[in-house]
């Protein structure tokens, strides 16, 4: 479902300056918009405002063929999956309870929930049969932040709000759920809007990414072109200077195959591995070239560290 900001503003009383400023913005029917920008910049306020925990000052705000503006704000959130940081997860509650929520509030019968409470465990990769009857603190970071998306999808929303959702968990695990979360979103077909202030992160999860600064949109574009064509310096500088090798996260192994040599060397990656992954690999390695195999475990083509850096060096003259 699409999502079109119209013209939105957003004061605070006693603020001098907007904190979001005739912000156009859409976002296309499955389509992952991150947003980004420097603290204050207004991205998390803009985001609260499409399920109405902030009123816009003014302007108009669609989901779909709907203006949210004037829906009843407690149906609404109801329709709206919502991911937080901190999780909100009901400590009282068994897992399983908090992800019925919602379903609950929505008079859905109790057979149906149950099946679509075991439906989304399973989604986010937590066995129901483990899970259902612990309570959140018998969980760990990562485990909680799954139940947490797995709540928000329970309903069947319309589309996801996403504030900085996996920034309380340690970095391997938020790679992972990173990962993993972008394959289940897409396939689901939700539109989401994904708030963080970690290019990295934008880079990885969006399809589109919308930079902001003082409440305006700088640029709005695909995370390669944003890499590729900064709109301007502050954007240039906000995405960094290693733009060239962030790049390469975007490429995965098995769109850079090259037949297999003689020698493979040591290293060897999944075909699902970006290359800025097979890069860290091979140099911790000290190897000139990974092998590349497939799921089962089986070769099917290699990937050499001069092909990477030819790959680099043109991406970076794009």
Not at 84 to 99: D, K, R, S, W, Y
Not at 272 to 296: H, K, P, Y
Request: hydrophobic fraction near 45%; aromatic fraction near 4%; include cysteine.
């Amino acid at each position: 479902m699409t999502i079109r900001l119209e013209g939105v503003s957003k004061s605070f009383p006693g603020v001098a300056r907007p904190a979001v400023d005739n912000l156009d913005l859409v976002i296309e029917t499955g389509k992952t918009c991150v947003l980004i920008g420097p603290s204050g910049c207004g991205k998390t306020t803009t985001m609260r405002m499409v399920n109405r925990l902030i009123e816009p000052t003014s302007g108009r705000i669609m989901v779909g063929d709907e203006d949210v503006t004037k829906a009843d704000p407690v149906q609404l959130r109801r329709h709206i999956g919502y991911v937080i940081q901190q999780i909100g997860l009901f400590p009282h509650m068994t897992i399983a309870e908090n992800v019925a929520t919602v379903p609950k509030l929505l008079g859905w019968p109790a057979a149906k929930i149950k099946a679509r409470v075991e439906e989304m465990l399973a989604l986010v990769g937590l066995e129901p049969s483990q899970f259902l009857t612990r309570f959140p603190r018998h969980l760990s970071g990562g485990q909680r932040q799954r139940v947490g998306v797995a709540r928000a999808l329970a309903a069947e929303p319309r589309v996801m709000l996403m504030d900085e959702p996996f920034g309380a968990v340690d970095p391997v695990v938020r790679s992972r759920l990173q990962d993993e979360f972008v394959s289940i979103l897409r396939r689901l077909g939700k539109t989401v809007i994904f708030v963080t202030h970690d290019i990295d992160e934008a880079i990885r999860m969006g399809d589109v990414v919308a930079i902001m600064r003082d409440g305006k949109l700088v640029q709005y574009d695909t995370p390669d072109r944003l890499l590729a064509a900064p709109a301007d310096a502050f954007v240039a500088d906000f995405v960094g200077a290693d733009a060239a090798l962030r790049r390469l996260s975007l490429v995965s192994a098995a769109e850079a195959l090259e037949p297999l040599g003689a020698t493979s060397g040591a290293v060897t990656q999944p075909a699902t591995a970006n290359l800025r992954g097979v890069l860290s690999a091979l140099f911790a390695a000290g190897q000139e070239v990974a092998v590349i195999v497939d799921g089962e475990g089986q070769p099917i083509g290699q990937v050499s560290l001069a092909a990477i850096r030819a790959r680099s060096a043109g991406t970076a003259s794009t």
